[in-house]
């Protein structure tokens, strides 16, 4: 993904591809998709925090663990850094704490 790319993500019901909805609910119904599309970024948190309970320190730990591969995908860059500061604001910790487990977001 480069810098300044803009990803989102619209769900349809299970076995439906873009041509058998839109046969099935109408050109309308799939604009209104389109428009109600997930970014990347709540994407990738909600469905990796689907199953955690970020109340408790070790859901918490979980999230960084299983969104920071995830993130060292991304290239380096501004984006990058977005979303290790996102994922230290779910988690509740310095952006530090982040950083220093990931090992490879820099700030600065």
């Known amino acids: 993904m480069k810098e300044g790319?803009?990803?989102r993500f619209i769900l349809l019901p299970?076995?439906?591809?873009?041509?058998?909805?839109?046969r099935k609910a109408g050109e309308a119904a799939f604009l209104d998709r389109i428009q109600r599309a997930i970014p990347l970024s709540d994407f990738l948190f909600e469905t990796?925090?689907?199953?955690?309970?970020?109340?408790y320190l070790d859901g918490r730990a979980q999230l960084i663990s299983l969104?920071?591969?995830?993130?060292?995908?991304?290239?380096?860059?501004v984006l990058q850094q977005l979303f290790y500061d996102r994922l230290a604001e779910l988690a509740g910790v310095d952006?530090?704490?982040?950083?220093?487990?990931?090992?490879?977001?820099?700030?600065g």
Do not use: T
Request: avoid cysteine; charged fraction near 25%; glycine fraction near 6%.
């Open 95 to 107: 952006l530090k704490v982040v950083q220093n487990r990931s090992g490879s977001a820099s700030r």
């Open 5 to 7: 790319r803009r990803v």
């Open 48 to 55: 990796v925090a689907a199953n955690l309970d970020l109340n």
């Open 14 to 22: 299970e076995g439906e591809d873009p041509d058998s909805y839109i």
């Open 67 to 77: 969104a920071k591969p995830l993130i060292q995908l991304l290239p380096a860059g």
